[in-house]
């Protein structure tokens, strides 16, 4: 989809985004409202190829087996990932009351890019006004319904969109995700260090392939260096949410579009401290008019 055509990102007849609240104590920004959202949450990474998509996820579908109601907006317009991973097509439809998600298997609502266009190979070739108009569109045009919590799975870069996603959706906190290798510890940081300057709280970090299980031996091989993330996490005050391996049955399932069927010890206690996180950075929490 080029920049070129008449086409435009889809406007809901109906529902508008919402209306809008003061930011954070000591900021200028306008957000809108979460309407029947409890828990905003952006996933990020600063760097691509981490697995940030694939941990957002993975994330989603431990919560959601959990009974927990969990969205996915995907915020990487031009890369997205989020259909691929869960098998999910488009399009997106307007029944008179907003933008209605496509579903996963699994009863995950998802919006991305991708059910916007004819196929998976369709490129999408927008200038950032028209990015950063979708990604509002996303949140406040959608039909979400009530949701315990919605993840945005953020692009790399901190450009339009994540400063979009900062100043106009009421987010509560921002988990990173990085791999042991020195450049993804460089650019996590600068990632962390934008959201922290536009005053949007810290929740953890994911150590993505941060390991291999010898299937052999069992022995523990750090197959991209030595890890960095308990490091990081020292230095900004935060916890270490997991340190997942890498495990070759992603891979597969990943692109068989079934990873809502991976299970395992490392995402469940990835959920445990997420929700943890979560809570303790809402706690006693009160809207800021």
Known sequence: ???????????????????????PPGSVLQRMEKGRIRHVVAVGSGKGGVGKSTA???????????GL??????????????????????PLTDRGEGIEPAVSRTGIPVVS???????????????????????????????????????????????????????TIPIDGMVFVLTPQDLAALIVRKAM????ELHVPLLGLVENM???NCPDCGRRIDL????KVAQIAEEYGIPVLAQLPVAPPISGL??????????????????????????????????VL
């Open 113 to 167: 890019s991708q059910f916007m266009v004819e196929d998976e190979k369709t490129p999408v070739i927008w200038r950032g006004p028209l990015v950063t108009r979708l990604i509002t569109q996303f949140f406040g045009g959608v039909n979400w319904g009530p949701l315990d919590y919605l993840l945005i799975d953020m692009p790399p870069g901190t450009s339009d969109v994540p400063l979009t996603v900062f100043q």
């Open 210 to 212: 941060s390991f291999l």
């Open 254 to 287: 990943s692109d068989a579009g079934r990873l809502d069927e991976h299970t395992g010890a490392e995402v469940a206690a990835l959920a445990d401290a997420f929700v943890r996180s979560v809570d303790e950075a809402t706690k006693g929490q009160t809207a």
């Open 224 to 227: 991209f260096g030595i890890s």
């Open 56 to 66: 957002t996820a993975l994330l989603a579908t431990e919560l959601r087996r959990r």
């Open 1 to 23: 989809m080029s920049a070129e055509e008449p086409s435009t990102p889809p406007r809901p007849t109906s529902a508008p985004p919402g209306p809008m609240r003061r930011g």
């Open 193 to 196: 260090n934008m959201a922290r």
């Open 69 to 90: 109601n969990v969205g996915i907006l995907d915020a990487d317009i031009t890369g997205p990932s989020i259909p691929k991973l869960l098998g999910m097509t488009g």
